[in-house]
């Protein structure tokens, strides 16, 4: 088929054209970079926290009596959770990976204050943790039970050792191929721990930080009022368990409140809410909007078919097939496409790079465009199709009549 | 003549009516899309008290590492130590400011057979009530003895009284919070700052605390604080070391109605520092900032950057829904060049025509602008959904007035912005031109 008359036809309605195509290029700029902003977030969202998260729950207790004795509540309610059968294991901790809140502190290669820092989050807790989160531990050891140690909420207790996480080690160490274990860093300047485990991967509790696989376990109990229990079951036990074990607790002492019991996959639904959220509506916005430019498509191809009825009849009538005319609004807008697209290729990199400035983005993948591409391509064949249709059903004898 | 192109304009609207719903459906759908998301940002962004907002500051003060700033490029700390805040506060009384920070209490209900829940309670200064006019159901705030003598004194939100006593005046009560007794001041009235201005640590939108206590009496009783503390120097030694350390907890406000009264507070706050440097303490050169309500919420980005990224898509997306109406009213111009060129013939003027198709444009535009807003009820139902858990996007979710009033006035200038060139078109057509081939 000669593009030349096509060409030349188009460009007798120039403008319903040209409007067409900058609708098809701005859908195309808004598509790609809606869709790289839920790529971005899928992504996020799909990290492993690097715990058993489908058979954990957590819950809190808030000692409210002055005068607890937080050491033996916290040590009997361990027993007690430890004690029912199908839990695996069971912690007392300041935080866990999604939780959105909890503590970070700067360790740092050489003693003395003005030296480079690096921050970890910490999770104080015990030797049971490992089991308790399902991590591995990759290299060295766990804590011994007489490596525990018992601190105030302030932090100015610390035990002689830690674990960490192998991203952590890589950060600490970047340049040494040999283990990080047993290896001394300092935190509080001076303070010098000793590396003796490390694990696979543990998240920290803040979905958003820039480190999230920076992380430190620190065999120490804090005596605040406030505590976090996790607790992990054998699969399949967990919809049994939490509410025995909160029911357990809440009998165990009454000075205290248990509230926020939630499995894992609760505290991960919390957590990226937001984000879950901006993926909806990010794709409800990239659906209505392919819907409107693919009936605004329909309805000026509608308007080429209805204004040259006349000629569709001479042409058919002159020997033309149906499936030439069909063809005939393909390609036309295949060009108006066209030029839609390849606009919109350059203003989707041009909005691009204006989020990754303004709202410091994760650049797009380079395939996104491509894609994006292809699908508004696809959208403009499929809403053509209708209209070319009636066209080439025009009957031939419609050149037979005036006007 | 108006009325006569307003029925003009309907015959030819209904005589296209599929094209003519398109056009409606295009422009319903663009504003709802648009102005979802304007009203969650019109909310979000909104003055919390407008009436104050220029003369309440916030205090930064720059007591951080001598290496490093609290945050690239020089920002000092958003929150002051407890050393700073009550040394501030003592040595400034002739300002009236406020301390305060966020906890949480155990209540135990007067009923003995009701179960014990937790609070959030936030420990301030006499002065928090008039000066953030915060408003009273029932009795008052403290006074500035009640915060010198550490009187366990505590006023309540109005739905925490309506739990705990049904609504009735509690004034003169008494209250267990974490085994301890508290006199009942006061019981405020609906407040519901948005965002919540006076603590950004947590989250931008949620209620303001439940109950309200001194300053004193928290720090006494050793009250933990449930938002941010961030240490650069490290302490030893329990909670007597964690006051006196360089940890920023405590958040700092002054109220300052003149231009005078800023100075005279500049003034103090770098003699102040200066005094301080010579206990060795601020190390970083002079950094003291003074930020009202609306520089420190921009200053914190409380409009979330996602919903800056949907409004810009938002409006995008407006854009392409007019051009799709642009490209369809052309389509029915040309489709009618016929009729307008024997209506240019009988003697209708450019401007006859022109006025006729911006009216009918018009009529599209409003009929649009109604179904926008319907279109942005159902989208803040459909985020209301979304977020379904987190109370506090109800309250961002609420559509006044003028948000009804702003998207009929954005679809009707959208309308006829979409109509112009089509109409310039159907003005222009030369009056036999189309006669001709009769």
């Given at each position: 088929?000669?593009?030349?008359?096509?060409?030349?036809?188009?460009?007798?309605?120039?403008?319903?054209?040209?409007?067409?195509?900058?609708?098809?290029?701005?859908?195309?700029?808004?598509?790609?970079?809606?869709?790289?902003?839920?790529?971005?977030?899928?992504?996020?969202?799909?990290?492993?926290?690097?715990?058993?998260?489908?058979?954990?729950?957590?819950?809190?207790?808030?000692?409210?009596?002055?005068?607890?004795?937080?050491?033996?509540?916290?040590?009997?309610?361990?027993?007690?959770?430890?004690?029912?059968?199908?839990?695996?294991?069971?912690?007392?901790?300041?935080?866990?990976?999604?939780?959105?809140?909890?503590?970070?502190?700067?360790?740092?290669?050489?003693?003395?204050?003005?030296?480079?820092?690096?921050?970890?989050?910490?999770?104080?807790?015990?030797?049971?943790?490992?089991?308790?989160?399902?991590?591995?531990?990759?290299?060295?050891?766990?804590?011994?039970?007489?490596?525990?140690?018992?601190?105030?909420?302030?932090?100015?207790?610390?035990?002689?050792?830690?674990?960490?996480?192998?991203?952590?080690?890589?950060?600490?160490?970047?340049?040494?191929?040999?283990?990080?274990?047993?290896?001394?860093?300092?935190?509080?300047?001076?303070?010098?721990?000793?590396?003796?485990?490390?694990?696979?991967?543990?998240?920290?509790?803040?979905?958003?930080?820039?480190?999230?696989?920076?992380?430190?376990?620190?065999?120490?109990?804090?005596?605040?009022?406030?505590?976090?229990?996790?607790?992990?079951?054998?699969?399949?036990?967990?919809?049994?368990?939490?509410?025995?074990?909160?029911?357990?607790?809440?009998?165990?002492?009454?000075?205290?409140?248990?509230?926020?019991?939630?499995?894992?996959?609760?505290?991960?639904?919390?957590?990226?809410?937001?984000?879950?959220?901006?993926?909806?509506?990010?794709?409800?916005?990239?659906?209505?909007?392919?819907?409107?430019?693919?009936?605004?498509?329909?309805?000026?191809?509608?308007?080429?078919?209805?204004?040259?009825?006349?000629?569709?009849?001479?042409?058919?009538?002159?020997?033309?097939?149906?499936?030439?005319?069909?063809?005939?609004?393909?390609?036309?807008?295949?060009?108006?496409?066209?030029?839609?697209?390849?606009?919109?290729?350059?203003?989707?990199?041009?909005?691009?790079?204006?989020?990754?400035?303004?709202?410091?983005?994760?650049?797009?993948?380079?395939?996104?465009?491509?894609?994006?591409?292809?699908?508004?391509?696809?959208?403009?064949?499929?809403?053509?199709?209708?209209?070319?249709?009636?066209?080439?059903?025009?009957?031939?004898?419609?050149?037979?009549?005036?006007? | 003549?108006?009325?006569?192109?307003?029925?003009?304009?309907?015959?030819?609207?209904?005589?296209?009516?599929?094209?003519?719903?398109?056009?409606?459906?295009?422009?319903?759908?663009?504003?709802?899309?648009?102005?979802?998301?304007?009203?969650?940002?019109?909310?979000?962004?909104?003055?919390?008290?407008?009436?104050?907002?220029?003369?309440?500051?916030?205090?930064?003060?720059?007591?951080?590492?001598?290496?490093?700033?609290?945050?690239?490029?020089?920002?000092?700390?958003?929150?002051?130590?407890?050393?700073?805040?009550?040394?501030?506060?003592?040595?400034?009384d002739e300002f009236r400011q406020v301390v305060s920070?966020?906890?949480?209490?155990?209540?135990?209900?007067?009923?003995?057979?009701?179960?014990?829940?937790?609070?959030?309670?936030?420990?301030?200064?006499?002065?928090?009530?008039?000066?953030?006019?915060?408003?009273?159901?029932?009795?008052?705030?403290?006074?500035?003895?009640?915060?010198?003598?550490?009187?366990?004194?505590?006023?309540?939100?109005?739905?925490?009284?309506?739990?705990?006593?049904?609504?009735?005046?509690?004034?003169?009560?008494?209250?267990?919070?974490?085994?301890?007794?508290?006199?009942?001041?006061?019981?405020?009235?609906?407040?519901?700052?948005?965002?919540?201005?006076?603590?950004?640590?947590?989250?931008?939108?949620?209620?303001?605390?439940?109950?309200?206590?001194?300053?004193?009496?928290?720090?006494?009783?050793?009250?933990?604080?449930?938002?941010?503390?961030?240490?650069?120097?490290?302490?030893?030694?329990?909670?007597?070391?964690?006051?006196?350390?360089?940890?920023?907890?405590?958040?700092?406000?002054?109220?300052?109605?003149?231009?005078?009264?800023?100075?005279?507070?500049?003034?103090?706050?770098?003699?102040?520092?200066?005094?301080?440097?010579?206990?060795?303490?601020?190390?970083?050169?002079?950094?003291?900032?003074?930020?009202?309500?609306?520089?420190?919420?921009?200053?914190?980005?409380?409009?979330?950057?996602?919903?800056?990224?949907?409004?810009?898509?938002?409006?995008?997306?407006?854009?392409?829904?007019?051009?799709?109406?642009?490209?369809?009213?052309?389509?029915?111009?040309?489709?009618?060049?016929?009729?307008?060129?024997?209506?240019?013939?009988?003697?209708?003027?450019?401007?006859?025509?022109?006025?006729?198709?911006?009216?009918?444009?018009?009529?599209?535009?409003?009929?649009?602008?109604?179904?926008?807003?319907?279109?942005?009820?159902?989208?803040?139902?459909?985020?209301?959904?979304?977020?379904?858990?987190?109370?506090?996007?109800?309250?961002?979710?609420?559509?006044?007035?003028?948000?009804?009033?702003?998207?009929?006035?954005?679809?009707?200038?959208?309308?006829?912005?979409?109509?112009?060139?089509?109409?310039?078109?159907?003005?222009?057509v030369t009056p036999a031109s189309q006669l001709r081939?009769?």
């Amino acid at each position: 088929m000669e593009l030349g008359p096509i060409w030349r036809s188009l460009t007798r309605n120039k403008a319903g054209s040209v409007l067409i195509a900058l609708q098809i290029a701005v859908t195309l700029a808004i598509m790609v970079n809606a869709i790289a902003i839920m790529q971005e977030r899928a992504e996020q969202m799909g990290r492993p926290s690097g715990t058993d998260e489908a058979n954990i729950f957590t819950l809190s207790s808030t000692a409210f009596v002055p005068d607890t004795n937080i050491q033996s509540l916290i040590e009997e309610d361990l027993k007690l959770i430890r004690s029912q059968p199908g839990v695996v294991e069971a912690i007392a901790t300041n935080s866990f990976p999604l939780r959105q809140g909890g503590s970070a502190r700067g360790f740092q290669l050489e003693p003395g204050a003005g030296k480079e820092t690096l921050t970890g989050a910490v999770y104080y807790t015990d030797e049971h943790a490992i089991e308790a989160f399902g991590t591995h531990l990759v290299d060295g050891a766990n804590f011994a039970p007489n490596q525990v140690v018992w601190g105030g909420q302030n932090g100015d207790e610390w035990p002689a050792n830690i674990i960490i996480t192998e991203s952590f080690a890589k950060t600490l160490f970047p340049d040494t191929a040999e283990s990080a274990i047993g290896k001394t860093v300092f935190v509080d300047d001076t303070r010098p721990v000793q590396i003796i485990g490390i694990i696979d991967r543990l998240q920290a509790p803040w979905r958003n930080w820039g480190e999230i696989e920076n992380t430190v376990i620190v065999p120490l109990r804090q005596e605040g009022q406030q505590q976090w229990y996790l607790v992990r079951t054998e699969p399949g036990a967990q919809d049994r368990i939490m509410p025995e074990v909160e029911e357990l607790l809440a009998q165990s002492n009454k000075n205290r409140i248990i509230q926020s019991v939630r499995t894992m996959q609760e505290v991960r639904d919390r957590s990226y809410l937001s984000d879950n959220a901006m993926i909806k509506m990010l794709g409800f916005i990239v659906t209505l909007l392919i819907l409107i430019t693919g009936l605004g498509i329909v309805g000026l191809a509608s308007f080429n078919v209805s204004r040259r009825t006349r000629q569709i009849g001479i042409r058919r009538a002159l020997g033309a097939t149906r499936a030439q005319v069909i063809n005939y609004f393909r390609i036309e807008n295949l060009l108006i496409s066209g030029l839609g697209i390849a606009v919109g290729a350059v203003l989707a990199i041009a909005l691009n790079l204006f989020l990754v400035n303004a709202f410091s983005l994760t650049p797009m993948s380079w395939y996104v465009i491509p894609l994006a591409m292809l699908a508004m391509w696809v959208v403009g064949q499929i809403a053509v199709i209708g209209p070319a249709r009636r066209a080439s059903r025009i009957s031939p004898a419609i050149a037979t009549r005036s006007g | 003549m108006f009325r006569y192109y307003l029925k003009l304009g309907l015959l030819s609207i209904r005589s296209n009516a599929a094209l003519s719903a398109l056009m409606v459906a295009a422009i319903g759908i663009g504003i709802g899309a648009c102005m979802t998301i304007v009203t969650i940002y019109h909310v979000m962004s909104g003055n919390p008290i407008p009436e104050k907002s220029s003369s309440l500051y916030v205090v930064q003060i720059d007591n951080w590492s001598p290496d490093e700033p609290y945050d690239e490029p020089n920002e000092p700390p958003p929150q002051s130590t407890y050393l700073d805040a009550t040394n501030l506060y003592s040595k400034g009384d002739e300002f009236r400011q406020v301390v305060s920070y966020k906890s949480s209490r155990v209540v135990q209900p007067p009923d003995a057979a009701e179960l014990p829940f937790e609070v959030s309670s936030r420990a301030t200064t006499f002065a928090f009530f008039p000066m953030f006019s915060v408003p009273f159901q029932y009795g008052s705030g403290w006074d500035t003895a009640a915060d010198t003598n550490q009187e366990r004194v505590v006023v309540l939100t109005q739905a925490l009284n309506e739990r705990l006593f049904g609504g009735e005046n509690s004034v003169g009560e008494q209250l267990s919070l974490n085994g301890e007794t508290y006199r009942i001041v006061g019981v405020l009235n609906e407040w519901l700052p948005t965002p919540k201005f006076y603590d950004l640590n947590n989250n931008y939108y949620e209620e303001p605390e439940e109950i309200y206590l001194p300053f004193s009496v928290a720090v006494a009783g050793e009250h933990d604080s449930v938002g941010n503390i961030n240490c650069w120097k490290p302490f030893e030694g329990g909670y007597d070391a964690f006051l006196a350390s360089e940890c920023v907890w405590v958040q700092t406000w002054v109220e300052l109605p003149t231009r005078d009264d800023k100075a005279r507070y500049e003034q103090f706050l770098a003699s102040y520092v200066e005094e301080q440097k010579t206990f060795g303490r601020f190390p970083r050169p002079l950094n003291n900032r003074l930020s009202d309500v609306l520089e420190w919420m921009d200053i914190n980005h409380v409009v979330d950057d996602d919903v800056s990224v949907l409004l810009g898509l938002a409006f995008l997306f407006l854009i392409v829904c007019l051009l799709n109406t642009a490209g369809l009213l052309l389509a029915k111009v040309m489709r009618r060049t016929k009729d307008i060129s024997l209506r240019r013939a009988l003697g209708a003027s450019k401007r006859t025509l022109f006025g006729q198709y911006i009216i009918e444009a018009g009529i599209i535009g409003v009929a649009g602008g109604v179904l926008g807003i319907a279109m942005t009820w159902l989208g803040l139902r459909g985020i209301e959904h979304i977020f379904t858990g987190m109370d506090f996007v109800q309250r961002l979710v609420v559509m006044d007035w003028s948000m009804v009033m702003l998207a009929v006035v954005l679809a009707l200038v959208s309308a006829i912005a979409a109509a112009l060139y089509p109409t310039w078109r159907a003005a222009n057509v030369t009056p036999a031109s189309q006669l001709r081939i009769q």
